[in-house]
C-alpha cells in the first residue's frame, strides 16, 4: 500500500480537483497563436488538463507540437471519418509512426459521419476498422466520433470489440439506451456542452446511469459552446460549466465531480497528468 505525507495528500487532492478537458480542439486555426492566452484562462477557471484531438495531417502535427510545448497537454491522433476518402497506406504508415511520440495517449477521433457526404459509407466503415486493429496493435485507448450514424458504430464496435486499453464515445449525444449499449460493450462515455442545452434532457437521462467509472468531460472547443456561452466560440475554460450541469445532474458536489472525472481520465490516458 502507498504511504503519502500529509502535504502528497493536500497536492494529490488539487491535482484530482483541477478539470481534464478530455476531447479539445485546441490546434484549430481559430486558437492559432492565441494558445498561451487560451491555456491560462482555462486555468484561470480551474482546468488543468487538455487532451488535443488531431484528425487529418495538420491537425495531428499541431496536437503533437502542443504537447511538446506544454506539459499539461497530450496528444489524440487518428484519422476522422470525413477525411476517410483520402486514407491509404502512406497515411496510414505516417500516423503509426507518430503514435512512437511519448504524448500520444489515444487513437482518435475516428468513427462514422453520415451528415457530411465527404466519404461513402463503404469508406467510412474500411477505414474504421482498419484504425481499430491499429489501435489494439499499439495497445491505445480509442476515442469515436458519431454523428448521425449511431446503430453503424455501435455493430462495428461490437463486431471488432474495442481495445484492451478502452475507450471513449466522445461528445455522447443520445439517450439512455444507447448509453447502456456503449457501456456494455466497455466504453466511457464523454459529456460535452450538449449536456447543457435545453432540448437535451435524453443526454441528462443518460449522464445521471453512467457508472462513475466510466464518466468523463469535454469541450470539443472550439465548437459545442455550453450554455450560458452557447453561440460564442467554444475554449477550454468553459469545460467548467459542464462540469457543473453534470454535478447537478448527478447530485454530487462539483469538487467531488472534478475529482472523479479527472481520476477516470488519468487512468484512461494512463497518464500521470504532469504539469509544470
Request: one cysteine or more; aromatic letters at 10%.
Amino acid at each position: 500500500m502507498a504511504h503519502y505525507s500529509a502535504r502528497d495528500l493536500v497536492d494529490r487532492k488539487e491535482t484530482m480537483q483541477r478539470l481534464f478537458d478530455t476531447h479539445t480542439h485546441l490546434n484549430a486555426t481559430a486558437f492559432k497563436g492565441q494558445e498561451d492566452q487560451i491555456i491560462q484562462q482555462a486555468h484561470d477557471q480551474g482546468v488543468g488538463y487538455f487532451a488535443v484531438v488531431g484528425f487529418d495531417r495538420e491537425t495531428i502535427e499541431r496536437s503533437l507540437a502542443l504537447s511538446e510545448r506544454y506539459d499539461e497537454v497530450i496528444s489524440v491522433i487518428g484519422w476522422h471519418p470525413t477525411e476517410a476518402y483520402c486514407y491509404n497506406g502512406e497515411v496510414e504508415r505516417w500516423i503509426e509512426q507518430q503514435l512512437e511520440h511519448p504524448k500520444v495517449k489515444m487513437y482518435g477521433e475516428i468513427g462514422l459521419d453520415y451528415h457530411w457526404d465527404t466519404s461513402t459509407k463503404a469508406e467510412q466503415w474500411r477505414v474504421f476498422r482498419r484504425q481499430i486493429a491499429i489501435a489494439k496493435e499499439h495497445n491505445l485507448p480509442i476515442t469515436i466520433h458519431n454523428r448521425d450514424a449511431t446503430d453503424d458504430v455501435y455493430q462495428i464496435l461490437k463486431e471488432e470489440g474495442i481495445p484492451d486499453a478502452g475507450g471513449i464515445m466522445h461528445s455522447f449525444g443520445e439517450g439512455v439506451d444507447d448509453a447502456k449499449r456503449f457501456l456494455d460493450l466497455g466504453m466511457h462515455l464523454s459529456f460535452s456542452g450538449v449536456l447543457t442545452f435545453k432540448k437535451t434532457e435524453e443526454v441528462r437521462q443518460a449522464a445521471a446511469i453512467v457508472p462513475d467509472h466510466r464518466l468523463l468531460i469535454e469541450t470539443d472547443a472550439p465548437y459545442l459552446a455550453p450554455e450560458p456561452m452557447r453561440g460564442k466560440q467554444n475554449q477550454p475554460a468553459y469545460v467548467r460549466y459542464v462540469a457543473e450541469r453534470l454535478a447537478q445532474v448527478r447530485q454530487m458536489s462539483y469538487a467531488d465531480l472534478a475529482a472523479l472525472t479527472t481520476q477516470n481520465a488519468f487512468e484512461l490516458f494512463r497518464w500521470k497528468g504532469e504539469q509544470s
